[in-house]
């Protein structure tokens, strides 16, 4: 089952840290309801209730070796991790990096994003990814302001160079190479 990689991608170290498991679990309960729906519209047999019993016996194995191991969470603050981003903000950065970083440092391309007048809804903001370089013409891709705001408040956009834009953060960029590590393991 997809979801059971979800909390396989933590440390026990990691999955100590209350707000880490929760959003763990977030994510596996996200994909449990995805699989459903999936599996639905294509006329799958579903067991929703069954990967719901197994979502939860693995919880509840993951908090005993927890209590067990009684390790002790340090005082310094830790670097954000993947799951700790909602999701549309997730799928965003994700989309972000991909563009612009891409999966090896040769891949990576100059660009920003911009802020953008909705021609559809004037009054809403939203934000253009630019791209500067051999592949500018191939993107036209906005994002919501209430997509890219999450990404501002904790840091994995900085502000650019000029007025208005926003560039990747050197924590975004660590976040995407970890996150990279993780995905082709």
């Not at 919880?59 to 969470?73: E, H, M, P, V």
């Not at 340090?74 to 950065?93: K, N, V």
Request: hydrophobic residues 40%; contains cysteine; glycine residues 6%.
């Amino acid at each position: 089952m997809i979801y059971e990689d979800a909390a396989k991608r933590l440390s026990p170290a990691e999955m100590a840290d209350p707000a880490l498991r929760k959003a763990a679990f977030r994510e596996i309960a996200r994909l449990i309801v995805w699989e459903d729906r999936h599996k639905r519209k294509y006329g799958q047999k579903v067991d929703m209730a069954g990967n719901i019993s197994r979502a939860l016996e693995q919880a509840f194995r993951t908090g005993l070796q927890t209590a067990q191991q009684r390790q002790k969470i340090s005082e310094t603050p830790r670097q954000l991790e993947w799951l700790e981003i909602p999701p549309r903000p997730r799928g965003a950065l994700w989309a972000i990096c991909t563009t612009l970083i891409g999966r090896s440092p040769r891949e990576e391309q100059q660009g920003c994003l911009v802020a953008a007048i909705n021609p559809r809804r004037p009054h809403l903001a939203v934000w253009r990814l630019e791209i500067n370089g051999p592949h500018q013409s191939a993107i036209d891709r906005t994002y919501g302001d209430a997509t890219i705001r999450p990404l501002i408040r904790r840091d994995l956009l900085t502000p650019g160079k000029a007025d208005g834009t926003f560039e990747i953060s050197a924590l975004a960029r660590t976040l995407w190479a970890k996150y990279i590590q993780v995905e082709s393991i």
